[in-house]
């Protein structure tokens, strides 16, 4: 167990509707990182969120948003879903320092199709 | 895109014996981490080996670090059940965001 909990587990929706997935960092980390995972592949980056503010971002569109509280946990809001959107969603959590050093630590992931 | 490519894709092995997987990677990188997956669930955190470094252990993992072949391998002695899993390495880059950018797995199969 990380500590990292995402929810829901799993989540169904038609396309164009809007989502949003939840993340719960492990307790003293303050970077989250959001990963998408296709079925069969490596995840892939996202973006990242350090003190509540965007910290980099995968060659994603724009309407993958996210935010961070100040409690650290996250959320990631999908909108205009397609069918590719389909996978699984995955959320690291770190806590920034060292980087020969860093190390994620991933929740179990929220299952989103999109039908 | 990915950065890394895993070798073998798949790999089927009986229990007791030694499964090997490869990673290669394109830019220079701060360090490399594996990850487990199992059943398209969480990443669990296997091993964390830095670019100065080449070779590091873990239990029953033994992790390898060629910075120059830009290649990196996890061996699994006296393989389990249990570790049947999709295994993957993430590379952190040098400089930038805390970003990391993973191969495209290899699925083991430890047959009982």
């Known amino acids: 167990e990380t500590g990292v909990t995402q929810s829901p587990t799993h989540l169904i929706k038609t396309r164009g509707q809007q989502v949003t997935l939840r993340c719960s960092s492990q307790s003293g980390h303050n970077t989250v990182s959001w990963y998408q995972q296709a079925l069969g592949q490596g995840p892939q980056f996202i973006f990242q969120?350090?003190?509540?503010?965007?910290?980099g971002r995968g060659n994603f569109p724009p309407r993958f948003s996210g935010l961070q509280f100040p409690n650290y946990s996250s959320e990631l809001n999908v909108n205009a879903l397609e069918l590719d959107d389909s996978a699984l969603y995955l959320c690291?959590?770190?806590?920034?320092?060292?980087?020969?050093?860093?190390?994620?630590?991933f929740g179990p992931g929220t299952r989103l199709t999109v039908t | 895109s990915q950065q890394g490519e895993e070798d073998p894709q798949a790999l089927s092995i009986q229990e007791g014996e030694n499964a090997t997987m490869n990673c290669s990677y394109k830019t220079s990188i701060n360090n490399l981490q594996w990850y487990r997956q199992n059943s398209g669930r969480g990443l669990v955190h296997l091993i964390l080996?830095?670019?100065?470094?080449r070779e590091k252990h873990s239990g029953r993992l033994r992790v390898t670090l060629d910075t120059s072949k830009k290649s990196s391998s996890l061996l699994i002695t006296a393989s389990r059940a249990a570790d049947t899993a999709s295994y993957f390495c993430a590379t952190l880059a040098l400089s930038g965001t805390y970003k990391y950018i993973f191969g495209t797995g290899t699925r083991l199969k430890v047959l009982a």
């Open positions: 080996i830095r670019s100065n470094e």
């Open positions: 969120y350090y003190r509540e503010e965007e910290n």
């Open positions: 690291a959590s770190s806590q920034s320092g060292t980087r020969s050093s860093h190390e994620q630590y």
